[in-house]
Nanobody, 124 residues
Framework: VQLQASGGGLVQAGGSLRLSCAAS????????MGWFRQAPGKEREFVAS??????????DYATSVEGRFTISRNNAENTVYLQMNSLRPEDTAVYYC????????????????WGQGTQVTVSS
């Protein structure tokens, strides 16, 4: 299984980025997907998650990103996205995508596989 995250970069505060996570080696439509982030000197934290099936609930967001970030998925392309708008300097972190077999949520333990991370830097 491979999860390849991309789309990170340097952006000014108030700007936008779209992260992508391409999955391979798994049956994508059986996996809930999540985004987490880790800033320097801090623990990894939950950002957003989405079920493998739209019938299993709406996407979930950390309070700090709700209304600014949107998670979505394209099962035909085995890809999950994180659209990040109105970025703030405190959003600076390495962003990781994760896949959970018929599992999703805010806790790391719900996920079986992790990507390598992509750096997001927001300047003030």
């Amino acid at each position: 299984v491979q999860l390849q995250a991309s789309g990170g970069g340097l952006v000014q505060a108030g700007g936008s980025l779209r992260l992508s996570c391409a999955a391979s080696g798994l049956i994508f439509n059986r996996y809930g997907m999540g985004w987490f982030r880790q800033a320097p000197g801090k623990e990894r934290e939950f950002v957003a998650s989405i079920s493998w099936d739209v019938g299993h609930g709406d996407p979930d967001y950390a309070t700090s990103v709700e209304g600014r970030f949107t998670i979505s998925r394209n099962n035909a392309e085995n890809t999950v996205y994180l659209q990040m708008n109105s970025l703030r300097p405190e959003d600076t972190a390495v962003y990781y995508c994760a896949a959970g077999l018929r599992s999703w949520g805010t806790m790391s333990r719900f996920y079986n596989y992790w990507g390598q991370g992509t750096q997001v830097t927001v300047s003030s």
